[in-house]
C-alpha cells in the first residue's frame, strides 16, 4: 500500500517541479549570488530586490485560473530548455553576465512549458518576462545610452534656464552659471529613473489596460515621463545652485528635488493610464449607444 501511495505520488506534477526547481538553483546559484549583489552595491538596480515580489504577485491574481489547468507536457517546452542551457555554457565561457542571467528565465520558462503545456506558460509568460527588469543591462549598453541622456538633458536645462532669464552657457554635458558650474554625469542622466519608471509602467499596464495596444502605449510613455522629469529636476537643482549655491543645492534639496520629481512621474504615468482606460470606456459607451 505505501508503495502505491508513493508512487502516485511521484506520478503528480509537484515532484519534478521541485526536483527540477532545486537542480535550477544549485546550476544558477553563483549567477543569482552575483544579481543579489549588484542589487546591494549598484543603485541603478536597487529596485531589483521587488521585481521579484511584483512578479510572485502576478501570479498570485490568477491563483484561481491556475489551479483549473491541467497540466500536460508540450515538447517545445524541452527546445527552449536546452537553448537557455546552451545560452548559460556559452555565456559562462565568454564571461558575459547578461546572457548568463537572461538563460535563468528562458531555462524556466522552457520548464514551465515542457512541464505543463501551452495553457500554463501562456498565463505565465508575463510574470516570467516581468523578471527582466531584474537583469542590469550590460554597461556598454547602458553607457551607450546615458551620454545621449546626458546632453539631451544639458541642452533642454539650458533652454528652461534661459526662459527663466538665467544666465547660463552650455559646453556638453556642463553648464555654466554665473556663480557656479555643474556637470551632469552619468547619475544624472536619468537612465536611472527611466529604468525604474519601465518596471513600474509595465506593471501598471498589466495590471490596468485591457488591450495590449494600451498597455504599450501605456509602457512606452515611461520614456518621455522619465526623460521630462529629469529635465524639470534638473533645472530646479540648477535654479538652486544659482541663488544658494552648489552645496545647498547638490545637498538634501538636490536629492528631495528627485524624490517629488520620481513622484511627479508615477502621477503622470497613474494620468497615462486613466485616460486610456477613459478613452476605452467611452469608447464602450458609444457602441453600447449606437447598438440601442
Given at each position: 500500500?505505501?508503495?502505491?501511495?508513493?508512487a502516485?505520488y511521484f506520478?503528480?506534477?509537484?515532484?519534478?517541479?521541485?526536483?527540477?526547481g532545486?537542480?535550477?538553483?544549485?546550476?544558477?546559484?553563483?549567477?543569482?549570488?552575483?544579481?543579489?549583489g549588484?542589487?546591494?552595491?549598484?543603485?541603478?538596480y536597487?529596485?531589483?530586490f521587488l521585481?521579484?515580489?511584483?512578479?510572485?504577485?502576478f501570479?498570485w491574481?490568477q491563483?484561481d485560473?491556475?489551479?483549473?489547468?491541467?497540466?500536460?507536457s508540450?515538447?517545445?517546452?524541452?527546445?527552449?530548455?536546452?537553448t537557455g542551457?546552451?545560452?548559460?555554457?556559452a555565456?559562462n565561457?565568454a564571461?558575459?553576465?547578461?546572457t548568463m542571467?537572461f538563460s535563468l528565465?528562458?531555462v524556466?520558462?522552457g520548464?514551465?512549458?515542457?512541464?505543463g503545456?501551452?495553457?500554463?506558460?501562456?498565463?505565465?509568460v508575463?510574470?516570467?518576462?516581468y523578471?527582466v527588469?531584474?537583469?542590469?543591462?550590460?554597461?556598454v549598453?547602458?553607457y551607450?545610452?546615458s551620454?545621449?541622456?546626458?546632453?539631451l538633458?544639458s541642452r533642454w536645462?539650458?533652454g528652461?534656464?534661459?526662459i527663466?532669464?538665467?544666465?547660463?552657457?552650455?559646453?556638453?554635458?556642463i553648464?555654466?552659471?554665473?556663480?557656479?558650474?555643474l556637470?551632469?554625469i552619468?547619475?544624472?542622466s536619468?537612465?536611472?529613473?527611466?529604468?525604474s519608471?519601465?518596471?513600474?509602467?509595465a506593471?501598471?499596464?498589466y495590471?490596468t489596460?485591457?488591450?495590449?495596444l494600451?498597455?504599450a502605449i501605456?509602457f512606452?510613455?515611461?520614456?518621455?515621463?522619465?526623460?521630462?522629469?529629469?529635465?524639470?529636476?534638473l533645472?530646479?537643482?540648477?535654479?538652486?545652485a544659482?541663488?544658494y549655491?552648489e552645496?545647498?543645492?547638490q545637498?538634501?534639496?538636490?536629492?528631495?528635488?528627485g524624490?517629488?520629481?520620481?513622484?511627479f512621474?508615477v502621477?503622470s504615468l497613474s494620468?497615462?493610464?486613466?485616460?486610456?482606460r477613459?478613452?476605452s470606456?467611452?469608447?464602450?459607451i458609444?457602441?453600447f449607444?449606437?447598438?440601442?
Amino acid at each position: 500500500m505505501q508503495t502505491m501511495k508513493r508512487a502516485r505520488y511521484f506520478e503528480k506534477p509537484l515532484f519534478p517541479v521541485l526536483t527540477l526547481g532545486i537542480l535550477i538553483v544549485i546550476l544558477y546559484y553563483s549567477v543569482i549570488r552575483d544579481l543579489v549583489g549588484d542589487w546591494v552595491i549598484d543603485e541603478n538596480y536597487s529596485h531589483g530586490f521587488l521585481i521579484p515580489l511584483v512578479s510572485a504577485f502576478f501570479v498570485w491574481r490568477q491563483r484561481d485560473v491556475l489551479r483549473k489547468i491541467r497540466w500536460s507536457s508540450h515538447n517545445l517546452g524541452l527546445v527552449v530548455l536546452v537553448t537557455g542551457l546552451l545560452m548559460f555554457m556559452a555565456a559562462n565561457v565568454a564571461v558575459e553576465y547578461f546572457t548568463m542571467r537572461f538563460s535563468l528565465l528562458v531555462v524556466i520558462g522552457g520548464l514551465i512549458l515542457y512541464l505543463g503545456g501551452k495553457d500554463l506558460a501562456g498565463r505565465l509568460v508575463f510574470p516570467l518576462l516581468y523578471l527582466v527588469f531584474m537583469i542590469p543591462v550590460p554597461y556598454v549598453l547602458y553607457y551607450t545610452i546615458s551620454f545621449p541622456l546626458e546632453i539631451l538633458a544639458s541642452r533642454w536645462t539650458a533652454g528652461v534656464l534661459s526662459i527663466l532669464g538665467i544666465p547660463i552657457f552650455r559646453e556638453g554635458n556642463i553648464l555654466y552659471l554665473e556663480n557656479i558650474t555643474l556637470q551632469v554625469i552619468d547619475a544624472c542622466s536619468g537612465l536611472r529613473s527611466l529604468i525604474s519608471l519601465s518596471a513600474l509602467s509595465a506593471a501598471m499596464a498589466y495590471m490596468t489596460q485591457k488591450t495590449v495596444l494600451k498597455g504599450a502605449i501605456l509602457f512606452l510613455a515611461s520614456a518621455p515621463v522619465a526623460i521630462a522629469a529629469n529635465i524639470l529636476r534638473l533645472s530646479v537643482t540648477a535654479v538652486l545652485a544659482s541663488i544658494y549655491g552648489e552645496q545647498l543645492a547638490q545637498g538634501f534639496l538636490h536629492k528631495f528635488s528627485g524624490m517629488v520629481v520620481f513622484i511627479f512621474a508615477v502621477i503622470s504615468l497613474s494620468l497615462i493610464g486613466g485616460l486610456l482606460r477613459w478613452l476605452s470606456f467611452k469608447k464602450n459607451i458609444g457602441s453600447f449607444a449606437a447598438c440601442c
